[in-house]
């Protein structure tokens, strides 16, 4: 597969302290990337140093197979970003904010502009001045802006950072949209792991300036463990039970009134029984799968 985003060893100071340390990842062709991280990870430096809007201090960093250097910017025709918040002139019309665009960008492809507000959904705003805008709409024409000019790779860092839970599922809907019909290559940050884990084909997870790991969301899934949960009122009483009548070890009591039971030679119905014989009252109890957010956790907090 191809790679259209490659970076080695990337590191970057402030004032002696390190905020990017010796990152190294992969971005390949038409994936959804998804950048994952608690706020301060590092995500948006990193990002920045990719636009060369932000100079490494050290590490490479190859675009497109070519090497990004201090004076490079032929790249940058081949990426559309959003880095934080969308800035427009809120007095004029989305329209006539997508026209300025194309004059600085010098594309000379303004008949595009009916076409991407359709795309992200826009459609009938056009001559609506941005400052009517809510944050949600601004967002999606924040990503008309970026893939106006057809670039093959989209940056978004945060775009789902402060909407509504009706705007995240339209900025998700999107970015699905314009990988499938588009073909895009899309680098996405947030530190919302449950979007992350609906939209991304590889997930990279940072902390403290360091990436932890990278690893393709089929494989995530496939590490992720299967148990059985058990609420009960009394989780102490219940352990008991579950270790002296089943002979069961590979358990852990979540809190007061959950189990988590990770053995699989001993079925629901014969543990139900079980604790039940045993005056434990079981108000449910279902089979889990660990999902992302439990695999992000236990790789910041080091494990379970």
């Known amino acids: 597969m191809e790679t259209m985003i490659r970076i080695n060893q990337l590191s970057k100071s402030y004032k002696q302290e390190e905020i990017v340390s010796k990152v190294t990842m992969r971005i390949e062709k038409g994936e959804i990337y998804g950048f994952l991280g608690p706020n301060g990870a590092g995500k948006t430096t990193i990002m920045k140093m990719i636009l060369n809007l932000v100079k490494p201090t050290s590490g490479e960093i190859f675009v497109l197979n070519q090497p990004v250097s201090e004076t490079s910017f032929q790249y940058l025709k081949h990426i559309g970003s959003i880095i934080e918040y969308p800035v427009f002139y809120d007095r004029l019309t989305a329209a006539e904010n997508l026209k300025y665009h ?5 594309f000379h492809g303004k008949d595009r502009i009916p076409e991407v507000l359709q795309t992200v959904g826009l459609t009938g ?3 609506k001045k941005v400052h009517e805008f809510s944050l949600g709409m601004k967002q999606r024409l924040g990503i008309a802006r970026a893939i106006l000019t057809g670039p093959a790779i989209l940056i978004l860092d945060e775009p789902i950072n402060g909407l509504d839970p009706v705007g995240i599922k339209d900025i998700r809907m999107l970015l699905l949209k314009l990988k499938k019909e588009y073909g895009m290559t899309i680098l996405v940050s947030s530190h919302i ?11 990279g997870i940072i902390n403290q300036g360091q990436l932890i790991r990278e690893v393709k969301m089929t494989e995530v899934r496939k590490e992720n463990i299967q148990y059985l949960e058990i609420k009960v009122a009394n989780s102490k009483q219940a352990a008991l039970v579950l270790k002296e009548k089943l002979n069961l070890h590979n358990f852990e009591a979540v809190d007061t009134e ?24 079981v108000n449910s109890i ?6 992302l957010e439990e695999y992000f ?8």
Not at 286 to 291: A, G, I, K, L
């Open 102 to 106: 194309c004059a600085y960008a010098r």
């Open 125 to 127: 705003v056009e001559d």
């Open 193 to 203: 792991v449950s979007e992350m884990e609906t939209i991304a084909d590889t997930i």
């Open 258 to 281: 959950t189990i988590r039971v990770y053995q699989h030679e001993v079925s629901q119905s014969v543990i139900n029984k079980e604790l039940v014989l045993n005056d434990i009252l």
């Open 286 to 291: 279902e089979t889990q799968q660990s999902n």
């Open 297 to 304: 956790l236990n790789l910041i907090h080091g494990g379970r």
